[in-house]
């Protein structure tokens, strides 16, 4: 009863949200639009509210947050790690891409990382409850872990080699990289590899690859190569768009005009509506 009761409170706030986009595109009022969406269970649309919203607002910092969360959701964790990449592009401090980006390299098992990021955002929000919790989380002990080295030590004796590797942190620093060159946005990029190359003088692969994206950005070249190290993202030669351009491949093509989208959403509440 209560679910059903939440779902009609939520079908309400789309309606009013529709109507305040619907009068002004330009609006922020995407934001909450797309978070009542995604709340509903109905990603697409609340993509489609979000993607609409950002390309009439590609400034607007929790836009892209707002993306990246619901990207997330359905499971496209490198385009939601681009979308978060954005919106600090826009704002470094942004509480919501913080926490995000770091809830991702959770997800991929990518402690450490996740606890810089969260340190970082802690920098930038000392009072905020939320970071403090998820970084008290990563440093409570995990006995699960212990057993399970122990299991691993009885199978087969380590190896120095085996210890020596570990989720390397320019993997993971390469990788947001490689994001931003896909967004276009190659200042960010170089940024990123500059910091790799600082930490480590000798890592030959993240000079070239320094030494590719200058050239792209100087007009040198006119495509970004493949990136060199097997652990980054991009698989074949991308273009690269400036990052206004950048858009999700779509099925198939739909009428992009404001009308054309409402039709669809109202289309969609009224099917709502009819399941509450």
């Known amino acids: 009863m209560a679910t059903a ?70 499971g496209r964790l490198d385009e939601s790690m681009g979308a978060y990449a954005r919106a600090l592009s826009i704002d470094r401090q ?3 891409a913080l926490i995000g980006l770091a809830r991702l390299h959770l997800v991929r098992g990518e402690r450490d990382q996740a606890r810089k990021i969260l340190q970082q955002a802690k920098g930038f929000h000392p009072a905020d409850e939320k970071i403090s919790d998820m970084l008290i989380a990563l440093d409570l002990p995990r006995p699960w872990a212990d057993i399970k080295q122990a299991t691993k030590a009885q ?24 994001i931003y060159v896909k967004q276009g946005l190659l200042e960010k990029a170089l940024e990123v590899y ?13 000079r070239k690859r320094l030494l590719q994206l200058q050239d792209l950005l100087s007009g040198k070249i006119e495509t970004a190569p493949v990136a060199s190290d097997p652990e980054a993202p991009l698989q074949d030669e991308v273009p690269v768009v400036p990052a206004a351009e950048t858009s999700e491949p779509q099925s198939e093509p739909k009428d ?14 009224t099917k709502g509506r009819t399941n509450v």
Not at 156 to 161: G, K, Y
Not at 260 to 269: D, P, Y
């Open 256 to 269: 992009p005009s404001p009308m054309a989208v409402l039709q669809r959403w109202l289309s969609v509440i």
């Open 94 to 96: 942004s509480q919501s």
């Open 194 to 206: 500059s910091g790799i190359i600082g930490q480590s003088p000798e890592n030959e692969t993240a």
């Open 155 to 178: 199978e087969q004796e380590p190896s120095p080699v085996s210890e020596a590797v570990e989720p390397a942190e320019p993997i993971a620093t390469a990788t947001l990289a490689e």
């Open 5 to 74: 009761s939440t779902g009609g409170s939520l079908i309400g706030k789309i309606g009013s949200y529709l109507q305040i986009v619907t009068k002004d595109p330009s609006s922020t009022a995407f934001v909450p639009l797309a978070e009542a969406y995604r709340q509903i269970g109905l990603l697409d649309d609340a993509l489609e509210a979000a993607r609409l919203g950002t390309e009439r607002l590609p400034h607007f910092c929790p836009g892209f947050s707002t993306m990246g969360r619901i990207l997330g959701q359905m």
